[in-house]
């Protein structure tokens, strides 16, 4: 199973958000920098997100958007039902697990479970989460470059 570039730029630009915006606004031109995403597609992904009260819009100037509630809050599927994203592993399935080739579908009870486990597993990473790892991962990252910097001289 594949996530939708939808999703996966959602998820990002909330991580980035969450990373670099705080209580204070972020523009959507700082996170298109950022994370090198359409400036356009971010316009159309925080749309869907404050509609899904996921990101709060700070009009005027130095406005942005801002997390709607703690990061910790806000869950990983959240953000990826926001975008209107599909969590179903296969074609034949509706958003809500049903199949309409259920009678003739031997297999659907393993999909069916297949995507419970998929929505559990996202259910249980916090926006949080994501963000400690990203934070951890850059801090490492600085150590790395400080280590290489020194060996070089």
């Known amino acids: 199973m594949r996530l939708s570039t939808k999703a996966q730029y959602a998820v990002r630009a909330m991580v980035s958000l969450a990373l670099n915006g705080g209580e204070t606004p972020m523009s959507l031109k ?80 393993v999909w069916h479970g297949l995507g419970e486990k998929i929505r559990q597993f996202l259910a249980a990473i916090s926006l949080e989460e994501l963000t400690h790892d990203a934070q951890n991962r850059i801090l490492r990252d600085r150590v790395d470059e400080n280590q290489l910097a020194e060996d070089v001289r």
């Open 30 to 109: 700082d996170i298109s920098v950022r994370e090198n995403i359409s400036l356009t597609y971010l316009e159309q992904l925080f749309v869907k997100l404050r509609r899904g009260e996921i990101v709060n819009s700070v009009r005027g100037p130095g406005g942005g958007y801002v997390l709607a509630r703690p990061a910790d809050r806000i869950m990983v599927d959240q953000i990826i039902d926001s975008v209107e994203e599909s969590l179903v592993p296969v074609s034949c399935m509706d958003d809500d697990g049903t199949c309409s080739c259920v009678d003739q579908c031997v297999t659907h009870a």
